[in-house]
């Protein structure tokens, strides 16, 4: 009898897990719809900006060499993640966010990818970018909740 709780405790969290991911992924497909933008690009830097979900954010690469130093908030103009020996590089009119993190060379490179987006880029590949970017943000996500619930309850007491 036990053993069967257990397997219906089991089969029970799977459901959920199965239920989240079906949602996440359903979310994933529906923000998919929007393509790039280019926010700004200049001879100096490059930024590229774009809606996840409910935020703008935007990847910028300063010295134009193809690689990624930061992603920020557009609306907050706070960083949220750098790339590992660039954060010295962030420029003064952005401000660190409270929960700013490393980002890992998997997010880098999938980050890289945005500046290679041309006027002759696929739809496809363009919506490939922001489908692996996403994925990649959102591993972040927990580590950046909890941290922000630390910092709300810190601020409260």
């Not at 809606?51 to 949220?80: P, Q, R, S």
């Not at 700013?100 to 987006?117: C, G, K, Q, S, Y």
Request: charged residues 20%; contains cysteine; aromatic residues 8%.
């Amino acid at each position: 009898m036990g053993a069967l709780k257990g397997q219906v405790s089991l089969m029970l969290e799977n459901s959920m897990i199965l239920k989240t991911s079906c949602s996440w992924g359903l979310i994933l497909v529906l923000t998919s719809c929007n393509s790039f933008r280019v926010a700004s690009t200049t001879p100096s830097n490059n930024v590229y900006c774009d809606n996840f979900l409910i935020y703008e954010m935007c990847a910028e690469d300063l010295n134009n060499d193809g690689i990624v130093e930061h992603v920020y908030f557009l609306d907050t103009l706070e960083v949220f993640l750098f790339r590992k020996g660039a954060k010295q590089s962030i420029p003064d009119h952005l401000s660190m966010h409270r929960c700013i993190r490393v980002m890992d060379e998997a997010l880098v490179a999938t980050t890289n990818r945005v500046f290679e987006v041309t006027d002759e880029t696929s739809y496809l590949e363009k919506q490939d970018i922001r489908g692996a970017m996403m994925i990649r943000y959102f591993a972040h996500l927990p580590e950046i909740t909890a941290c922000n619930l630390r910092a709300e309850q810190a601020e409260q007491s």
